[in-house]
């Protein structure tokens, strides 16, 4: 895995801590939400990413150690669809920020990453651009 951001990386967007459970309403029957959106379960919000290409190297998905992301660093911004807005986070460039990725990823190769849980344990934001 590499750890220096490729120059060509277009922006970053991720969807902010408060928005997935608003995302997850949307998604959920009223059943479901009452079931499952509580105190006993936990939930999270597992992504997955592999290219279609055999072997990608232009705009690799990159992630990043959220550990090297500041408070400070983060500019909320809505996300507007037909029927829903969702809150997400655009990064100020910062140096320090510590990001991973797959020089070269091929399809066999998938990231699975998460970007939401309801039982965080401290961890915040979980960025990838």
């Known amino acids: 895995m590499s750890r220096e951001p490729p120059s060509n990386s277009p922006k ?5 801590i408060d928005a997935v459970p608003d995302l997850l309403q949307h998604l959920r029957s009223e059943n479901e939400q009452r079931l499952y959106m509580n105190q006993q379960y936990r939930v999270r919000l597992i992504n997955s990413w592999r290219p279609l290409l055999p072997e ?7 992630l990043c150690d959220y550990a090297s992301v500041d408070a400070d660093d983060l500019v909320a911004a809505d996300s507007v669809y037909p029927k829903r807005t969702q809150e997400v986070y655009y990064l100020k460039h910062n140096p320090r920020r510590r990001w991973f990725w797959l020089p070269k990823q091929r399809p066999d190769e998938p990231f699975l990453f998460m970007t939401y849980d309801s039982k965080p344990d401290n961890v915040t934001v979980r960025t990838h651009r």
């Open 12 to 16: 970053l967007v991720n969807i902010t």
């Open 56 to 62: 990608y190297e232009d705009c690799p998905l990159a």
